[in-house]
C-alpha cells in the first residue's frame, strides 16, 4: 500500500500487513508497538533535598573554620538556618540535623574565640598604663616651713583633797542570757533525675540555644532523639519556657530568610506547633 507524501504523520499498513510509522515523507523502522519518533517518556522528579544539602556543605565548612573569629560563628548560624528549613520541608533529618549539630558546635567556638580575643586588648593596656605609671618618678615631697609657737604660761593648779575610799557591795552577778537557738533553714529536697531524664534536659537546652521550637515542636525533637514520649515531656516541662516568647523568635527568623504575610505567619507558627494565642503573640511581637 502506497501513502501520499501529503498524509501527515501517523501509524499505517505499509502494504505488507505491517503498521509502520509514516513520518509524512518516507516510512521509518518503527514497527508498531514502539514509540514514535522523537517521543520521550516523561522522567519523575526526585524529591528535593537542597536545602539539607546546603546545611550539611556549609555546617562542615563552619566546623573547619569554627577557630575564627566571628567568621566561623556567621557560617555555623547559616548552616542552623539551613538545617532549620531543611526540617520545614521535610527533607532527610539525617543531613538537617547533622548541618545544625556541626553549625552549633562552630558557631560556639567562634564565641568563645571572639570573646578570649576581646579580653586580649584590655589585660596589655591595662598592663602597659600600670607600667607606664611605674616608670614615672614619684613627686619630691616639698619641705615644710616649720613653726616656732611660744609655749603658753602654765595656769595654776588648784591642790583637790583626794576623796575618801569607801566600801563599796560587791556587784550582781546577771547570769548571761540563753543563746537563741540558730534557725537552721530546711532546704526542700529536690526530685532526683535519672540517667535519661538529666541527658533528655541537656538535649533540649542545647536546641534551645540555638533554634526556637514550640512545646510540641521540642518534644517531637526529643522523640527523634530516640528519647522516650515521658522522658521528653518531663524534660521539656522541667525547663519551665516562654512558649510565647519562643514563638516571637520563630517568627523572627523566618522573617530574616523569608517574606510572609501576617496570616502567612500565623498559620506557618501554628504549623510549627503553637497555639493560637502564642501565634498571634509572636507575629504581633516582630512588627505585624
Same mark, same amino acid.
Given at each position: 500500500m502506497s501513502i501520499p507524501t501529503q498524509m501527515a504523520a501517523g501509524w499505517y499498513d505499509d502494504g505488507s500487513g505491517t503498521q509502520r510509522?509514516?513520518?509524512?515523507?518516507?516510512? &521509518?523502522? $518503527?514497527?508498531?508497538? *514502539? =514509540?514514535? =519518533?522523537g517521543f520521550r517518556p516523561a522522567q519523575v522528579a526526585s524529591p528535593s533535598k537542597t536545602f539539607a544539602l546546603v546545611a550539611i556543605i556549609v555546617g562542615a565548612v563552619a566546623f573547619l573554620v569554627g577557630l575564627v573569629p566571628v567568621f566561623g560563628a556567621l557560617v555555623g548560624a547559616t548552616a542552623i538556618v539551613?538545617? *532549620?528549613?531543611?526540617?520545614? *520541608?521535610?527533607? =532527610?533529618?539525617?543531613?538537617?540535623?547533622?548541618?545544625? $549539630?556541626?553549625?552549633?558546635?562552630? $558557631?560556639? &567556638?567562634?564565641?568563645?574565640? &571572639?570573646?578570649?580575643?576581646a579580653n586580649l586588648p584590655t589585660d596589655s593596656s591595662s598592663t602597659a598604663l600600670q607600667g607606664s605609671q611605674s616608670s614615672q618618678p614619684a613627686d619630691e615631697p616639698k619641705p615644710e616651713a616649720t613653726v616656732t609657737e611660744e609655749p603658753a604660761p602654765e595656769a595654776p593648779v588648784a591642790e583637790v583633797a583626794a576623796p575618801e575610799p569607801t566600801t563599796?557591795?560587791?556587784?550582781?552577778?546577771?547570769?548571761?542570757?540563753d543563746p537563741e537557738p540558730e534557725?537552721?533553714?530546711?532546704e526542700a529536697d529536690e526530685p532526683e533525675l535519672s540517667l535519661s531524664q538529666e541527658n533528655a534536659v541537656a538535649q533540649a537546652e542545647s536546641y534551645l540555644e540555638f533554634m526556637a521550637f514550640s512545646r510540641s515542636g521540642l518534644i517531637d525533637q526529643l522523640?527523634?532523639?530516640?528519647?522516650?514520649?515521658?522522658?521528653?515531656?518531663?524534660?521539656?516541662?522541667?525547663?519551665?519556657?516562654?512558649?510565647?516568647?519562643? $514563638? *516571637?523568635m520563630k517568627a523572627q527568623s523566618y522573617l530574616d530568610t523569608s517574606a510572609f504575610s501576617r496570616q502567612g505567619l500565623i498559620d506557618q507558627?501554628?504549623?510549627e506547633g503553637f497555639t493560637a494565642k502564642q501565634a498571634k503573640y509572636g507575629v504581633k511581637a516582630v512588627g505585624y
Amino acid at each position: 500500500m502506497s501513502i501520499p507524501t501529503q498524509m501527515a504523520a501517523g501509524w499505517y499498513d505499509d502494504g505488507s500487513g505491517t503498521q509502520r510509522w509514516w513520518d509524512g515523507s518516507q516510512w &521509518t523502522d $518503527a514497527p508498531a508497538g *514502539a =514509540p514514535a =519518533p522523537g517521543f520521550r517518556p516523561a522522567q519523575v522528579a526526585s524529591p528535593s533535598k537542597t536545602f539539607a544539602l546546603v546545611a550539611i556543605i556549609v555546617g562542615a565548612v563552619a566546623f573547619l573554620v569554627g577557630l575564627v573569629p566571628v567568621f566561623g560563628a556567621l557560617v555555623g548560624a547559616t548552616a542552623i538556618v539551613f538545617g *532549620a528549613l531543611a526540617l520545614r *520541608a521535610r527533607q =532527610p533529618k539525617i543531613l538537617s540535623v547533622a548541618g545544625i $549539630a556541626l553549625g552549633s558546635v562552630a $558557631a560556639l &567556638t567562634s564565641v568563645i574565640m &571572639t570573646i578570649g580575643l576581646a579580653n586580649l586588648p584590655t589585660d596589655s593596656s591595662s598592663t602597659a598604663l600600670q607600667g607606664s605609671q611605674s616608670s614615672q618618678p614619684a613627686d619630691e615631697p616639698k619641705p615644710e616651713a616649720t613653726v616656732t609657737e611660744e609655749p603658753a604660761p602654765e595656769a595654776p593648779v588648784a591642790e583637790v583633797a583626794a576623796p575618801e575610799p569607801t566600801t563599796s557591795a560587791e556587784p550582781e552577778v546577771v547570769p548571761e542570757p540563753d543563746p537563741e537557738p540558730e534557725d537552721v533553714e530546711e532546704e526542700a529536697d529536690e526530685p532526683e533525675l535519672s540517667l535519661s531524664q538529666e541527658n533528655a534536659v541537656a538535649q533540649a537546652e542545647s536546641y534551645l540555644e540555638f533554634m526556637a521550637f514550640s512545646r510540641s515542636g521540642l518534644i517531637d525533637q526529643l522523640k527523634y532523639e530516640g528519647y522516650h514520649t515521658s522522658e521528653a515531656k518531663f524534660a521539656v516541662d522541667y525547663l519551665d519556657i516562654n512558649w510565647s516568647k519562643q $514563638a *516571637a523568635m520563630k517568627a523572627q527568623s523566618y522573617l530574616d530568610t523569608s517574606a510572609f504575610s501576617r496570616q502567612g505567619l500565623i498559620d506557618q507558627l501554628r504549623y510549627e506547633g503553637f497555639t493560637a494565642k502564642q501565634a498571634k503573640y509572636g507575629v504581633k511581637a516582630v512588627g505585624y
